[in-house]
């Protein structure tokens, strides 16, 4: 594999760095099974898209983009909480009213970007190859998204939405409004997510209508992974855990496609996305009857 597949391969890995953290928030934290993340991950990338090619400049639009998403996760999270639909079904629901959205955000199956401005051309370093700026400016605004939802969830208001998460009886028992710590996480996962769809769209020279399909698998693929490489009950080391689950997965997605001698190509890429999980859900369980089989002898 070259240098510049590998750095590709960082560069969506972190990208998909900020899909694994909103993912962490539904599903780990959360406990909310959330399928909204392949309709606000596009949403993302079609608003901040549509925005910049009509002449906004890409900082303001990256930002409604991350908001457009959050609004997204907190509609699924309304749904489940007032009108008491289920969670897994209260996020179908929106996910597929996104794909619709989607279409209506950008007029188009697809906006190109590819002569337009984008975050990266307006702070990449002079002199700096743009395949090796990228993946430094996701490395930091990475970096500081990690720690601000390290300090969030160390926060009261982040201790009670993991409460929620853990145990909304006792949470309610406490005090503490289950429904609104419900519809904060949700935004603050889907808004994630869309941040990332909108880098990805910049990234990558343009969004497109079907830019979000098994997103949720991926996001789900990298937490996996990075729990089974790192595992830990400490919250500083999760997030860090799950944005190297990203980087790890789309770097074996890279090998596994850049080798000639397997023989896979582009479209194996969901095969490929399943045998991984599969895998990182079955080293947990062959640790531990290792474990026994050793602890037997």
Same mark, same amino acid.
């Given at each position: 594999?070259?240098?510049?597949?590998?750095?590709?391969?960082?560069?969506?890995?972190?990208?998909?760095?900020? @899909? +694994?953290?909103?993912?962490?928030?539904?599903?780990?934290?959360?406990?909310?099974?959330?399928?909204?993340?392949?309709?606000?991950?596009?949403?993302?990338?079609?608003?901040?898209?549509?925005?910049?090619?009509?002449?906004?400049? *890409?900082?303001?639009?990256?930002?409604? +983009?991350?908001?457009?998403?959050?609004?997204?996760?907190?509609?699924?999270? #309304?749904?489940?909480?007032?009108?008491?639909?289920?969670?897994?079904?209260?996020?179908?629901?929106?996910?597929?009213?996104?794909?619709?959205?989607?279409?209506? @955000?950008?007029?188009?199956?697809? @906006?190109?970007?590819?002569?337009?401005?984008?975050? /990266?051309?307006?702070?990449?370093?002079?002199?700096?190859?743009?395949?090796?700026?990228?993946?430094?400016?996701?490395? @930091?605004?990475?970096?500081?998204?990690?720690?601000?939802?390290? #300090?969030?969830?160390? !926060?009261?208001?982040?201790?009670?939405?993991?409460? !929620?998460?853990?145990?909304?009886?006792?949470?309610?028992?406490?005090?503490?409004?289950?429904?609104?710590?419900?519809?904060?996480?949700?935004?603050?996962?889907?808004?994630?997510?869309?941040? +990332?769809?909108?880098? /990805?769209?910049?990234?990558?020279?343009?969004?497109?209508?079907?830019?979000?399909?098994?997103?949720?698998?991926?996001?789900?693929?990298?937490?996996?992974?990075?729990?089974?490489?790192? *595992?830990s009950r400490k919250l500083i080391v999760i997030t860090l855990a799950v944005i190297v689950g990203a980087v790890l997965y789309r770097f074996f997605i890279a090998l596994a496609l850049n080798a000639d001698f397997i023989g896979l190509k582009a479209q194996d890429l969901n095969l490929v996305t399943a045998l991984l999980v599969t895998f990182a859900l079955v080293v947990p369980l062959l640790k531990k009857r290792l474990r026994t089989l050793m602890g037997g002898h």
């Open positions: 594999m070259s240098l510049y597949s590998l750095w590709g391969a960082l560069e969506i890995g972190l990208i998909f760095g900020l @899909v +694994a953290l909103g993912v962490l928030i539904s599903f780990r934290m959360l406990r909310f099974p959330d399928l909204t993340v392949d309709g606000s991950f596009p949403l993302g990338g079609a608003t901040a898209a549509t925005l910049i090619s009509a002449g906004m400049d *890409p900082y303001t639009s990256t930002i409604i +983009a991350t908001f457009a998403g959050a609004v997204a996760g907190m509609i699924t999270g #309304w749904l489940n909480v007032k009108l008491k639909i289920m969670d897994l079904l209260a996020s179908i629901l929106m996910m597929i009213a996104l794909y619709s959205i989607n279409l209506r @955000v950008m007029g188009r199956p697809n @906006v190109p970007l590819i002569s337009e401005p984008t975050v /990266f051309t307006m702070i990449q370093p002079e002199g700096m190859s743009d395949y090796i700026a990228r993946p430094l400016i996701l490395l @930091v605004l990475l970096i500081v998204v990690k720690f601000a939802l390290d #300090w969030f969830f160390s !926060t009261k208001t982040g201790l009670a939405m993991r409460a !929620t998460g853990s145990n909304p009886r006792m949470a309610r028992s406490q005090g503490v409004a289950t429904g609104t710590m419900l519809l904060v996480g949700m935004a603050i996962s889907n808004g994630l997510c869309a941040l +990332a769809g909108a880098l /990805f769209a910049q990234s990558q020279g343009g969004a497109d209508i079907s830019m979000g399909i098994g997103t949720i698998v991926i996001g789900l693929a990298a937490v996996i992974v990075g729990e089974s490489i790192m *595992p």
